[in-house]
Nanobody, 115 residues
Framework: QVQLVESGGGLVQPGGSLRLSCVAS????????LGWYRQAPGNQRELVALIIGDTTTNYADSVKGRFTISRDNGKNTWSLQMSSLKSEDTAVYYC?????????WGQGTQVTVSS
């Protein structure tokens, strides 16, 4: 089993930055892939960024060059650094871990980009 808790969301002005964190507990060593997803009202949940292992990353075209996913020191925290935020980045952000052939989700954290 894996448990995930996201934090770091909030209200930010366009052009600003936020850093989201996803803290994992349980069978952390079984996690081989972690992704950040987001879901805006009326939209489907979409993949924003993915990290496999410690260094292999992939990003949605809409966030390339603005967002960075990483695994932090201590190995139980994954972060999403978001810069140059736009109003269209407004959504609930979720982290998802793949382990034991299953998907585990956090509860989500709200990011609102507005002036």
């Amino acid at each position: 089993q894996v448990q995930l808790v996201e934090s770091g969301g909030g209200l930010v002005q366009p052009g600003g930055s936020l850093r989201l964190s996803c803290v994992a507990s349980g069978s952390i060593s079984a996690i081989y892939k972690l992704g950040w997803y987001r879901q805006a009202p009326g939209n489907q949940r979409e993949l924003v960024a993915l990290i496999i292992g410690d260094t292999t990353t992939n990003y949605a075209d809409s966030v390339k060059g603005r967002f960075t996913i990483s695994r932090d020191n201590g190995k139980n925290t994954w972060s999403l650094q978001m810069s140059s935020l736009k109003s269209e980045d407004t959504a609930v952000y979720y982290c998802n871990a793949r382990a034991f052939g299953m998907d585990y989700w956090g509860q989500g954290t709200q990011v609102t980009v507005s002036s």
